[in-house]
């Protein structure tokens, strides 16, 4: 998995819950990206950045949040956790702009 | 690990025997197309990649075709052996400075019959 470390692995939470995952790695990597994975969709962008405190967001970003202070961590926080976020979360990683990505082993994360 | 893609098309072959599968990609401008495979509760897992300047590609018993008229890529696997058993994804960018916004399709399970 190319050095990346995505904690917690499975976490269960309330609707209206903030909840926060994180993604560590050890590639000094530049770009980072986090995903969500859910039946009938495959891997949806939610957020990248392309470096220490530049993010932007992804094709399904409304009602998350991310920050990266130093290189090697991409947190994704959901501000009010809602069932509809309930779903497999995979951060990902890449050296440059246009190669491929390494994933992580992913966060299931379910909203009750 | 939860069970992606309840209703994925699949691909059942024997033990052996080329496996092909494919894609219908959807931006003309893509410029980069890649593959992966997923295991049951792990990660997308690189297995081979194209550039839109070339048609084919090969790695170590995959082959990647691109066909830019039609938007179409296919994987095509050698003697399929048990450890394929997977959901393949291909995915399709058009990188920029920002980054490698992979955009995926809906994925294929793959079933090796021993």
């Known amino acids: 998995d190319a050095g990346i470390t995505q904690s917690p692995r499975h976490k269960v939470t309330e609707t209206g819950t903030p909840v926060t995952l994180r993604c560590h790695q050890t590639?000094?990597?530049?770009?980072m990206y986090w995903y969500r994975q859910d039946p009938g969709h495959g891997l949806r962008l939610i957020h990248y950045s392309y470096g220490v405190k530049d993010t932007d967001k992804g094709e399904v970003s409304d009602g998350y949040s991310v920050s990266r202070s130093k290189t090697e961590d991409f947190l994704l926080t959901l501000e009010s956790a809602t069932s509809s976020q309930t779903s497999v979360y995979f951060c990902a990683t890449g050296a440059s702009a246009n190669e491929k990505l390494f994933f992580g082993s992913g966060t299931q994360l379910s909203v009750l | 690990g939860e069970s992606v893609g309840l209703h994925l098309p699949t691909l059942s072959v024997q033990e052996g025997d080329n496996s092909i599968i494919n894609c219908a990609y959807s931006n003309s401008a893509s410029d980069y197309f890649i593959w992966y495979k997923q295991e049951s509760g792990k990660g997308p897992q690189f297995i081979i990649d194209?550039?839109?300047?070339?048609d084919k590609r090969q790695g170590q018993r995959v082959t990647v075709l691109l066909n830019k008229t039609v938007k179409h890529l296919s994987l095509q696997i050698a003697a399929t052996q048990p450890g394929d058993s997977a959901v393949y994804f291909c995915?399709?960018?058009?990188?920029?400075?920002?980054?490698?916004?992979?955009?995926f399709g809906g994925g294929t399970r793959l079933m090796v019959k021993p």
């Open positions: 995915a399709e960018s058009l990188a920029n400075n920002a980054g490698n916004m992979l955009t």
């Open positions: 590639e000094n990597h530049r770009y």
């Open positions: 194209i550039r839109s300047n070339m």
